[in-house]
């Protein structure tokens, strides 16, 4: 009869989903229950806030080098291709706009 209420209830070991405040997300070091957990961009948990400093400074550095890198495509796209526009590639409107 036990068994039968473990696997209603959905706590059976084999289907076990670990959830997403069980373990710190950079060192995998379970969190306790009754300390403090550190928390980073709404749902990523850690279990110190040296853990945590140290995942904002991976991240910080990945954005720089993404932006590092799209700054060199853009420049080198923007030295490809023709600088020069003639007026009669650019599309003007003119007129006013009523909205009921």
């Known amino acids: 009869m036990k068994s039968a209420a473990l696997y209603y209830t959905g706590c059976e070991d084999h289907h076990y989903q ?5 373990a710190c997300t950079l060192c995998q ?20 806030q040296e853990c945590r400093q140290e995942q904002i400074e991976m991240d ?11 700054s060199k495509r853009s420049s080198r796209t923007k030295t490809e291709t023709p600088t020069k526009e003639t007026d009669a590639n650019k599309a003007v409107r003119n007129g006013t706009v009523a909205v009921a």
Do not use: Q, V
Request: hydrophobic letters at 35%.
């Open 29 to 48: 070091r379970p969190l306790a229950h009754n300390s403090d957990i550190f928390m980073y961009r709404g749902d990523t948990p850690f279990c110190s």
């Open 60 to 70: 910080e550095a990945n954005e720089r080098k993404w932006k590092l890198s799209a």
């Open 18 to 22: 670990p959830h997403f405040l069980d």
